[in-house]
């Protein structure tokens, strides 16, 4: 179980830094991080494969 805990907590770091929202905004539905507030998403397959950040990271 700590290893979803910790699978979970990864993405949501990354889908933070990705979306600009903090990590308590966000949830997962439908194979996506989702910022609860703007709607804004980023796909699951994105962050894994390596999302890249705007400034080209």
């Known amino acids: 179980m700590r290893g979803c805990e910790d699978l979970k ?3 949501f770091e990354v889908g933070a830094q990705a979306l600009g929202a903090p990590v308590s905004r966000l949830e997962l539905k439908d194979r996506k ?3 609860k507030k703007t709607k804004k998403s980023v796909p699951l ?3 894994v494969v390596g999302y890249q950040f705007p400034d080209g990271h």
């Open 9 to 11: 907590r990864q993405l």
């Open 33 to 35: 991080v989702i910022d």
């Open 45 to 47: 397959a994105a962050i």
